[in-house]
C-alpha cells in the first residue's frame, strides 16, 4: 500500500519543486513578468517533459490522466510568484531539491518504461527527456541560454545516471539498493557540478576557434 | 442542422483569421521573408495550438482529420503575403477578428473538451493552449518577444473567461446566453487591453530591480 | 526482398547523415558545445521532423517501434563530434549527401502516408514536417537563424518536389521512374540552391521596407 502511495507523493512533490524552479528561473530571465505567464511557464517546466514523454511513447498524458498533478503546478507557480524574494534566498536549497526530483524522476520513468515493456534505449530517452523537456520549453520561451548550452552539467548526470543503470542490470538483478544507488549517483553528481562548478574536461568540448 | 454546421464554418473562420494575422506578424518579424516562410508560419500559427491540443487530449489531430482546414490556412496565407500592405492598414479590425475567433474558439474548445467527459482543468488548460499555442510557436520560429512576455494582455482575457465559465457552471447550468456572456467577456476584456494599452496592476507583475 | 529492405537502409542511412549534418551545425552555432549537448542536438536534428509527423498522424513513433534508428542517430552524433576537423573541410559533400537524403525521404514518406490512406494534403504536410522539422527544433534549441528565415532555399524544394508529384500523380500513374524523378527534382533543385546562392524573386519576398 506504501509502496504504491509513496511514488504518487514522490511524484507530485516533484512536479512541485520544478514550477518553483521553473518560475523563478522565468521570473529572472526578464525584467518584468506578469503573474500569467509566470504560471504558464512554471507549469510548462513542470509538465512538458513528461506530456512529451507520454506522447512519444503513446500513452495517456500523465496530467490528463490525473489533473491534480496540473493543480499542483500551478498552486506551486502562484505561490513562487507571491513569494519570490524568499524564495531566491533559498535558491541553493531548491538547486538541491530540483537535482533530487529529477533523479527520482529519472528512476520512477525508467522503471515504468521497462515496465511497459519498451527497450532500454527507450527508458534511457523516457528518463531524460523527461529531466530535461520542461526547462529546455521554458528556456526557449524566455530567450534564457538554455541548459543544453550552459556550461553546467545539468543533462550530464541524469544521462550517465541512466545509462549506468542500464549497464549494471546486465550484470545485476534489479532491485531497491541499486535503484537507491542510481538516485544518490545523480543526485551527488549534479550537486558537486553545482558545488564545484564543474564542466566536461577539455577533450569533450568542441571549441570552435580550437578546430 | 444548423447548430451543427454553424461551429464549422465558425471553425473555418476563426483558421482563416489566425493564419491571416500570423503571417502578418511573421512578415512584420524580420527585414525580409519569402513567401514559403510565410505560409509555413502562418500555418504554423493557425493549426499550431489546436495541433498540440488534440496531441495531448490523445484525439485525431483535427487538420489530418479534415484537410480543408489546412486548406483554408494555407490559401490565406497566400492572400495574405500578397496583399500584405492592405491587411496592415486594417490590422486593428484585424486584432478585433483575431480576438473574437479567439474568444468563440475557446468556448467551442471547451464545449467539446467537457463532452468528451474530460474535467474542467482539462477544458481550461485545452481552450487556452489553443489560443495562444500557435502564436507561440511562430514567435519562436522568428524570434518575436512572444505573447507571453509582452505586458499586453493576450493570454490573460482567456485564461479568465475560461476560468470564469468553469465557475458559473457551479451555480447555474450551461445555456447558450452563458457561453455568449462568456465570448462577448473574453472578447471586450482583449479589445479593451488593445485600446486602452491596458497591462496587469503592478502587485501582478514581478520585477527584478525591485524584489 | 530488396524493395522491403532497401528503405530500412536507406532510412538509416538518411538519419546518420541528419545527425552528422545537424551535430555539425549545432557545434558551429556557439563558440563551445559540450558533446552531450552535440548528441542530444545531432539526435534532434535527425529524429524531430519523423517524430513530430508519427505524433500529429497517430502512427507509432518511428524510432520508439525501432530503436536502432535511435542508436544510429547517437552514434553518427558522437563520431561526429570526435571527428569535427575533418567532417568540416567535407561540408560540401555533406550537404549534398543531406539534400539527397531529404529529397529520399520525402518520397518514401509521401508513399507511406498515402499507403496508410491519407489525403495528399496530409501527404504533402508530413512529407515537408520530415524534412524540416528536426533542424527547425535544433535551430531553436542553439540560437541560429533558422532554416525558415534564412534567405536560402531549403523548404521550397520539398515543398515544390512534394506539391509536383502529388500534380502529377492526377495525371500519370505512380511508378518507380516518376518517383526518381521526383527525388531527381527535389536534390538538384537544392544543389542548385547551394552552389548558385538561389534565392525566390523579389516578387515572393515580403520586405518591411518596401511594403
Known amino acids: ?40 511557464l512554471g507549469v510548462v517546466t513542470a509538465v512538458g ?12 498524458v500523465f496530467w490528463v490522466y490525473d489533473p491534480s498533478m496540473l493543480v499542483a503546478a500551478v498552486a506551486a507557480s502562484i505561490i513562487t510568484f507571491f513569494f519570490r524574494s ?30 511497459a515493456g519498451f ?7 523516457a528518463g531524460v527527456l523527461t529531466a530535461i523537456g520542461g526547462g529546455l520549453i521554458r528556456d526557449v520561451l524566455t530567450g534564457r541560454t538554455n541548459l543544453l548550452l550552459s556550461r553546467e552539467l545539468y543533462a550530464t548526470p541524469i544521462l550517465l545516471g541512466a ?16 535503484q537507491l544507488g542510481i538516485v544518490g549517483f545523480v543526485f551527488i553528481f549534479r550537486v558537486a557540478a553545482i558545488r564545484l562548478d564543474l564542466s566536461l574536461p577539455r577533450w569533450l568540448i568542441a571549441s570552435e576557434k580550437q578546430s
Chains 1, 2, 3 share one sequence.
Open 49 to 60: 517533459g513528461g506530456t512529451a514523454r507520454d506522447v512519444i511513447l503513446n500513452l495517456p
Open 163 to 178: 545509462l549506468l543503470y542500464v549497464l549494471l542490470l546486465k550484470f545485476i538483478p534489479d532491485s531497491t539498493p541499486l
Open 1 to 40: 500500500m506504501l509502496q504504491q502511495t509513496l511514488p504518487y507523493y514522490l511524484n507530485i512533490a516533484a512536479i512541485v519543486v520544478f514550477a518553483i524552479t521553473g518560475a523563478l528561473a522565468a521570473i529572472q530571465s526578464r525584467k518584468e513578468m506578469d503573474i500569467i505567464a509566470v504560471i504558464i
Open 86 to 115: 524568499g524564495l531566491k534566498r533559498r535558491l541553493s536549497l531548491l538547486l538541491y531539491l530540483d537535482a533530487l526530483g529529477n533523479a527520482l524522476l529519472l528512476m520512477s520513468v525508467m522503471k515504468k518504461v521497462f515496465g
Open 119 to 125: 527497450s532500454w534505449e527507450i527508458a534511457v530517452s
